[in-house]
Every structure is written in structure tokens, then in C-alpha cells.
């Protein structure tokens, strides 16, 4: 179920989003969604169809892209991909990594009439 709350979330962005702007209706909306979310895709369509039926958001196109998890290391501030995740620099071996890229959720683009 974590994917609905996250799909209501959205949709409350995009239905805002869309009041502001005046529009009759939701054509697409472009998702980031970083890999760390492990939100699944294709359940997210889902409860976003689900959801915003009888809305101006019913039937729009959900396009997402997935970030990918990406680390920063505070020692030698080598940046690189986090596979499994294991959070330790492959260069100094050092557990010291900020999280760059892959906790996004967010809605980057909108595209309404
Ligand atoms: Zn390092």
C-alpha cells in the first residue's frame, strides 16, 4: 500500500498544480522517483488511474523516471552509484556518504489544458 499513499500524494500536487494554472484537464505528468524510494512503477500507475478517477487528472499519462541511487563520499569526495545498498566508498573504503541523487519524489514536469 505504500505506493497508493505515494500515488494520492501526487495527485493532490498535480490537482493543485493544475487548479493554479486554470486548467479543464491533465494530459501528462512526469515523475522523478529515485531508485532509494523503491517505489514500483508500474503500482504507482495504478493508484494514480485509481485515484484520480472523476478528477481532471482521469486518464492522464504518467511518465516516470527512475533516478538512480548515487553517493557523494565526505572523505575523498568521490561520487559513484550505490549498488545493493552498500553505502561505502569504492575508492577509500570510507562509510562516510551523502546521498546525492535516488530519494527524490517529485513531479517535474505537468502538462495540462
Ligand atoms: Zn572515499
Redesign the pocket.
Known sequence: MHEMSIAQGILDIVLKTAAEHNAVKVGCVKLLIGQMTQVEPESLKFGFAALSVGTIADGAVIDITITPLIGE?S??G?QFTVEKFSFL?P??H?ANIVVVSGRELAVDYLEVE
Open positions: 563520499c572523505s575523498c568521490q566508498c575508492l577509500c570510507s
